[in-house]
């Protein structure tokens, strides 16, 4: 069975720091992948997308993609409390636009 | 959320009635999806769409059924609803299949 992991949390963060996210997918055909956040009480919105290995940036937000290890994280860079929210990771699967999602993380940022 | 409404937002159902979560889209998608969100499971793929009456099966279908007569509106059916699909339902739009979703508000439906 296709499967994306990633660390439940609570991830707690000092106001300002980095915050550091993790997530495995199982499908070596896995092409695309997106972090979604999600606040509580709310619809996930997507924050970056990452096709290629390395690293894409957009604001405070980078993307890191390791096909080889199968293994893409997620950077918040100067994290503020509007940061406190789920993060799901999201790995595609065959065709059709389907994805797989993590069960998320949740990420905690204290003033 | 812009280009994409479900409703209702809320309902409270009884166990074995037929329940419809309607999902309208103005912004032309190709795709369209149902997932369930559950704690500890996260999204999961009920049915999806990829063009009017084209509808094929998700990860945890049973139970469900679809329609999509319309590119704009893509419809859940619970036909027997249990207790086990309490959970939130969302629907999401893609107008290309590696594009990342836009999501609805979710439906909050409760099968009491």
């Known amino acids: 069975q296709k499967e994306v992991e990633q660390n439940s949390g609570p991830l707690s963060v000092p106001e300002g720091a980095i915050a550091s996210l993790n997530c495995t997918y199982s499908?070596?055909?896995?092409?695309?992948f997106f972090w979604y956040r999600q606040y509580s009480g709310k619809s996930p919105e997507l924050i970056m997308s990452?096709?290629?290995?390395g690293d894409k940036e957009d604001g405070r937000f980078t993307a890191q993609l390791n096909k080889a290890s199968q293994y893409v994280s997620l950077l918040i860079r100067d994290s503020q409390p509007s940061d406190s929210a789920t993060y799901l990771c999201?790995?595609?699967?065959?065709?059709?636009?389907?994805?797989?999602f993590g069960a998320g993380t949740q990420v905690v940022v204290t003033p | 959320d812009a280009g994409i409404t479900q409703s209702p937002r809320h309902k409270v159902t009884e166990t074995g009635t037929p329940v419809t979560l309607r999902c309208h889209q103005t912004?032309?998608?190709?795709?369209m999806y149902w997932y369930r969100q559950d704690p500890g499971h996260g999204l999961r793929l009920i049915h999806y769409?990829?063009?009017?009456?084209?509808?094929d099966k998700g990860e945890v279908s049973d139970g469900y059924s679809v329609s999509r007569s319309k590119t704009e509106d893509f419809l859940l059916t619970l036909e027997s609803a249990t207790s086990s699909q309490t959970s939130v339902y969302f629907c999401?739009?893609?107008?290309?299949?590696?594009?990342?979703?836009?999501f609805g508000s979710g439906t909050r439906l409760t099968v009491v």
């Open positions: 999201a790995a595609s699967t065959d065709s059709w636009g389907k994805f797989q």
């Open positions: 769409s990829y063009g009017v009456k084209d509808t």
């Open positions: 990452i096709y290629s290995n």
């Open positions: 499908d070596r055909g896995s092409q695309s």
């Open positions: 999401a739009i893609s107008g290309a299949d590696d594009y990342g979703y836009t």
């Open positions: 912004e032309n998608h190709r795709y």
